[in-house]
């Protein structure tokens, strides 16, 4: 996800991502805990744009 396409979305789209990013990582943790996932890059992407709706809300949150 570009961060470009972030910073266009309304706030209240970004914390709906944001608990849908969260529950992802979840899902994924499990799994490999399980061993059902070989795809264990794909925990870093999610945290990464974890990280930048994050950032997004804060820059928001100090502009208003």
Not at 16 to 28: A, F, G, Q, V
Not at 34 to 54: C, G, P
């Amino acid at each position: 996800m570009d961060i470009k396409e972030i910073k266009n979305k309304p706030a209240s789209e970004l914390h709906h991502l944001l608990d849908e990013l969260r529950k992802k990582l979840d899902e994924l943790n499990f799994k490999v805990s399980q061993n059902q996932v070989k795809n264990i890059r794909e925990i870093r992407v999610i945290k990464k744009d974890i990280a930048k709706v994050m950032t997004v809300l804060g820059e928001n949150k100090k502009v208003k």
